[in-house]
């Protein structure tokens, strides 16, 4: 018999050790052991009623796990936004000769690109966030440069891997060259980068009490494309 016990809680769950500084075991015929030297998975016991654990805290040093805590919130730093858009690459170009002309010389060409498109959630102080722990949330898209103020509907996310969705942008573009010259053109994929400061609160599924992580949401994504002319 357990003539005395120290107990350690852990959230919901307790472990108790004996006056002789060893653990209670569950064992599978529904009796206990008191003759562990470590607290493992057998050595853990749920607390119930729920009553019991109301006024229990969140053990927010331990990396936060979907199996125990859901989303409940996010909240964005839009002040403290920054976009880049300044990033571009050429995706196609045309030359027309007509040096020897009289007239003007027209050629059409299109462009067709598959570009892959990231968004992800990185943590940067408060509760750690196991990688691949999923959750759903909206987020603040790009439009012109600038930030919407409104949130997105809820995507599915996964903590710490990037989320990738794969567009297609097309265009057609009429490259025109006067008489008597050479002409370049040149079809330019204008992308932007964007980073906003984010909080979230993570609820546990069993205890009232919740844990902070905060972080920056970033998100890389195609923006438009624009002719370049070059003429000699």
């Known amino acids: 018999a357990v003539v005395s016990t120290q107990s350690t809680g852990h959230e919901n769950k307790i472990s108790l050790k004996s006056a002789h500084g060893e653990y209670v075991s569950a064992q599978p015929d529904g009796t206990v052991d008191v003759d562990r030297i470590r607290a493992l998975i057998w050595e853990w016991f749920i607390v119930q009623p729920q009553e019991c654990i109301n006024n229990i805290e969140c053990d927010c040093s331990r990396a936060i ?14 002040e403290a936004a920054k976009v880049h858009s300044d990033l571009r690459e050429v995706v196609g170009f045309q030359y027309v000769h007509n040096k020897n002309g009289t007239s003007e010389q027209t050629a059409i060409f299109e462009i067709y690109q598959t570009r892959t498109e990231t968004a992800i959630f990185t943590k940067t102080a408060g509760a750690e966030i196991e990688t691949g722990t999923a959750f759903l949330t909206g987020f603040h898209g790009v439009e012109e440069g600038r930030i919407y103020e409104e949130i997105s509907g809820k995507y599915e996310f996964a903590h710490g891997i990037a989320r990738k969705k794969h567009t297609i942008l097309e265009a057609s573009y009429h490259c025109n060259a006067p008489p008597g010259s050479t002409v370049k053109c040149v079809a330019l994929l204008f992308r932007y980068r964007s980073e906003v400061p984010y909080t979230q609160s993570w609820r546990h599924k069993r205890l009232a009490c919740t844990c902070e992580s905060s972080g920056v949401f970033s998100e890389t994504s195609a923006h438009e494309m624009q002719l370049l002319v070059e003429q000699d």
């Open 65 to 78: 796990r979907g199996e125990n805590y859901e989303l409940e919130n996010v909240v964005y730093d839009l």
